[in-house]
């Protein structure tokens, strides 16, 4: 055992976990937020919405689909450039961002149109019986009462961010991904490869284990 | 006042028109509760989105106290909105927020500040009986419990109009009488008027002032209860009187008919399928030297057999002639019953 710990660079592995734990974090924040204003608009522009705007729904549609049709690891060498040109590098935290925001936004978009369409239509119209404009149904009924579905989907976005960032690492993002492809599997470091995967397994339960407390308080289904 | 002239309602489907009201002409009465009956599809669900304009009406107006509502502008209309609850067969609660907070909600959507709305709602929770299930969610209420917060939620503004679609058609017969009473009550404490759409003729007979037969889209009858019960015209109107009068209340039944019929006694004849065919009752009759009037009967007739209920009344003999004769239907295997 102590053979197999003293085969581990344990420096290199903290950073990996902090790398790993930043893009995530980092990546997932922004990818909320983005996705769930595009997700709300999604919602509200559909046909029979509470704004329906035929052509702004369609252009939406389209780009979210495209984007989460697009493979990551060939959406990362797509973004090249554009990584390049906006945060000045492509290796690393930074180099990773834009490519696991711009997959995983629309991703949660969708999550979030899916949860708002699963709001009963009934709720909906006693708040229109009772004089709600769209924002207040929006901000008071829509949301509150999709909650719980959307904080699930933030739970499952955050574990398949921690599969892309391990992705991102083989080609140069940093974390426990770039740590078990170079040590692990290029120099054959084996406890290297399985530390790096239980630290990326230990990420992804506490991820899940949060993610199911959240929920089941606020859930008063 | 509620004036609905020449309301049509047309829906455009990819299978052709649909047309959900035709030429409706209504009005409703200051603090009265109006009933409008009919079968599921006749358009008495548009009809009620027409008069808060969740649905538009394809032409005709809607007048509350002489102003077309459905003139108003999206700002305006929903300031309008707010002076009109409204309460749903499947409640339509968030489950998010408890009971109080339910309540609050069209309080905070008309922007009405805290302790005003806390205070409201503690008034309203006491109107409709919820005491103690302030914090509760909705999930851990009854269906009864739950359309008692609606009613309160509807209420929250001080409207001045409430309008019910089949609020009592997801509730058993119990619920639904308890309901009804808190409707009834709240018409006559704060004299608002209560529009009710239901396919439940009993609803109607228990609450409404006055009410619409509506089929296809069309208003066929209109009028006061007791106008449409005692002399139904439309042959919808008729199915709504028989499908009620056959299920009234067997207790009530009794003791009315023991009113009418003071004489003698009552028997009810019960006939099962076998034996419904035989000539039983004028056999019983040659046999006997009492007279037999016929108070009122449902026979069913099926391709094979004939089954149901007969009631008479028995008269002109003492007590031992009654047994004798209640002897002898039973002899013939029909169930006998004194009332």
């Known amino acids: 055992m102590n053979e197999f710990?003293?085969?581990?660079?344990?420096?290199?592995?903290?950073?990996?976990?902090?790398?790993?734990?930043?893009?995530?974090?980092?990546?997932?924040?922004?990818?909320?937020?983005?996705?769930f204003i595009l997700g709300i608009i999604l919602y509200i522009t559909k046909e029979d919405g509470l704004y329906p705007q035929k052509v702004v729904h369609r252009i939406l549609d389209f780009i979210v689909n495209l984007f989460r049709a697009i493979p990551f690891i060939i959406l990362i060498f797509l973004l090249l450039q554009f990584t390049m040109a906006i945060m000045g590098t492509m290796l690393?935290?930074?180099?990773?961002?834009?490519?696991?925001?711009?997959?995983?936004?629309?991703?949660?978009a969708r999550m979030c149109m899916i949860a708002l369409s699963e709001i009963d239509k009934g709720t909906i119209e006693a708040s229109k019986a009772m004089g709600a404009s769209n924002w207040q149904i929006i901000t008071k009924v829509l949301i509150p009462e999709a909650k719980p579905a959307l904080?699930?989907?933030?739970?499952?976005?955050?574990?398949?961010?921690?599969?892309y960032t391990a992705m991102a690492g083989c080609i140069g993002a940093g974390g426990l991904g770039n740590l078990a492809y170079m040590y692990g599997y290029a120099r054959q470091n084996m406890p290297v490869m399985y530390t790096a995967t239980f630290f990326v397994l230990v990420i992804v339960f506490v991820i899940q284990i949060i993610g199911d407390l959240i929920v089941k308080r606020i859930d008063k289904r | 006042m509620i004036e609905l002239k020449h309301i049509q309602k047309?829906?455009?489907?990819?299978?052709?028109?649909?047309?959900?009201?035709?030429?409706?002409n209504l009005s409703i009465r200051d603090g009265e509760i109006f009933g409008v009956i009919g079968y599921s599809g006749a358009g008495k669900s548009t009809l009620v989105?027409?008069?808060?304009?969740?649905?538009k009406q394809t032409s005709g107006e809607?007048?509350?106290?002489?102003?077309?509502?459905s003139l108003l502008d999206a700002k305006d209309l929903r300031k309008r909105r707010t002076k009109m609850g409204m309460i749903f067969q499947h409640f339509n609660l968030l489950w998010s927020r408890t009971v109080q907070k339910n309540i609050e909600l069209p309080l905070e959507i008309a922007g009405v500040d805290k302790s005003k709305r806390v205070q409201k709602a503690k008034e309203l929770i006491e109107l409709v009986g919820l005491q103690g299930r302030e914090n509760a969610y909705p999930s851990e209420l009854s269906g009864g419990q739950k359309q008692r917060v609606g009613i309160a939620r509807a209420l929250a503004n001080d409207p001045s109009i409430l309008l019910c679609d089949e609020a009592t058609s997801a509730l058993d017969p119990d619920t639904t009488e308890q309901i009804l009473d808190l409707l009834k009550d709240i018409n006559r404490k704060l004299g608002i008027t209560i529009v009710m759409i239901t396919h439940q003729m009993e609803v109607v007979q228990k609450i409404c002032h006055r009410i619409a037969v509506m089929s296809e889209g069309k208003v066929v009858e209109e009028g006061s209860v007791k106008d449409i019960f005692e002399h139904p015209r439309h042959p919808i109107t008729k199915r709504f009187v028989r499908d009620i009068s056959s299920k009234v209340d067997d207790d009530k039944q009794n003791e009315n008919l023991k009113q009418i019929y003071p004489d003698g006694i009552l028997l009810r004849l019960t006939f099962d399928e076998d034996i419904s065919r035989q000539?039983?009752?004028?056999?019983?009759m040659k046999q006997t030297q009492l007279d037999i009037s016929i108070v009122s009967g449902n026979l069913t007739n099926t391709i094979d057999s004939s089954f149901g209920v007969l009631i008479i009344n028995v008269l002109g003999g003492n007590s031992q002639d009654y047994e004798q004769i209640i002897k002898q239907f039973e002899e013939y295997h029909v169930i006998v019953e004194v009332i």
Not at chain 1, 23 to 35: Q, R
Not at chain 1, 151 to 163: A, E, H, K, P
């Open chain 1, 5 to 35: 710990l003293s085969e581990i660079d344990w420096d290199a592995m903290v950073v990996a976990i902090q790398e790993t734990l930043l893009m995530t974090i980092i990546s997932l924040v922004i990818a909320v937020i983005l996705g």
């Open chain 1, 92 to 108: 690393g935290v930074k180099g990773a961002l834009p490519a696991l925001i711009l997959s995983s936004a629309p991703f949660y």
């Open chain 1, 151 to 163: 904080v699930s989907s933030i739970t499952v976005m955050g574990i398949s961010l921690v599969g």
């Open chain 2, 10 to 24: 047309v829906f455009k489907t990819p299978k052709g028109d649909i047309h959900a009201c035709q030429d409706v």
């Open chain 2, 49 to 55: 989105r027409i008069i808060n304009q969740l649905e």
């Open chain 2, 62 to 69: 809607v007048l509350i106290d002489g102003e077309d509502i």
């Open chain 2, 279 to 284: 000539p039983i009752v004028s056999r019983v």
